[in-house]
C-alpha cells in the first residue's frame, strides 16, 4: 500500500475538480463582464459564441479536468489497494498531469497573445477592432479576488502532489 502518492493523486484529483467548479459558478458574471466589455468596445457580443469563446464550465472546461481526476482517483485507489499497476500509472499520469498543468499555466500566461493571434487568424475586421486586452481583464474581474490566490495553490498542489507522487513510488 501506498498512501502518500495515493493522498497526493487525491489532492491533484481535488485541484482539477476546482477548476470546473469555479468556472461554473462565476463563469456566467465573466461572460457578462466580456459582453459588456464588447459592447463597450462596438463589437458585436454574438462574436463569443460564434468563435467559440466560453467563460462558464462547458466543453473541455469540464471534460479535462474531469478526465484527470477520474485517472488521478483510479491510481489513487491502486496505490492504496497495493496493486503492482499502480507504479507505472503514476509515473504516466503524474508525468502526463505535470505536462498538462505546465500547459494551463503557459495557456493563461499568454492569454491575451494567443487570443489575438486566434482573432488574427478568423481574419474578420469585427475580431481585429477588439481590444482583448481589456476584454479578458473584464472577465477575469468578474471572478471574486479569492481565485487567483485559489489558482496559485492549485497549480502548487498539482506541481508538487505529481512530484511527490512519483518520487514516492520511486523509493
Not at 32 to 58: I, K, M, S, T
Not at 130 to 157: C, D, H, M, S
Amino acid at each position: 500500500m501506498h498512501a502518500l502518492p495515493a493522498a497526493m493523486q487525491l489532492l491533484v484529483a481535488a485541484a482539477f475538480v476546482s477548476i470546473p467548479l469555479v468556472r461554473h459558478r462565476y463563469g456566467p458574471a465573466a461572460e457578462a463582464a466580456a459582453v459588456a466589455e464588447l459592447r463597450r468596445q462596438d463589437v458585436r457580443p454574438e462574436v463569443l459564441a460564434e468563435n467559440g469563446l466560453r467563460f462558464d464550465a462547458g466543453g473541455h472546461e469540464t471534460a479535462v479536468p474531469a478526465a484527470v481526476a477520474a485517472a488521478m482517483i483510479g491510481t489513487a485507489v491502486l496505490n492504496l489497494a497495493g496493486v503492482g499497476l499502480a507504479q507505472p500509472l503514476t509515473w504516466v499520469f503524474s508525468s502526463l498531469v505535470l505536462l498538462l498543468n505546465t500547459g494551463i499555466v503557459y495557456s493563461n500566461l499568454t492569454a491575451v497573445k494567443s487570443v489575438q493571434a486566434a482573432f488574427r487568424r478568423k481574419g474578420t475586421p469585427e475580431l481585429a477592432r477588439v481590444q482583448v486586452a481589456a476584454f479578458l481583464k473584464a472577465a477575469e474581474n468578474a471572478f471574486p479576488g479569492w481565485v487567483r490566490a485559489q489558482t496559485y495553490i492549485r497549480n502548487t498542489v498539482v506541481f508538487a502532489g505529481s512530484a511527490i507522487a512519483l518520487v514516492a513510488v520511486s523509493v
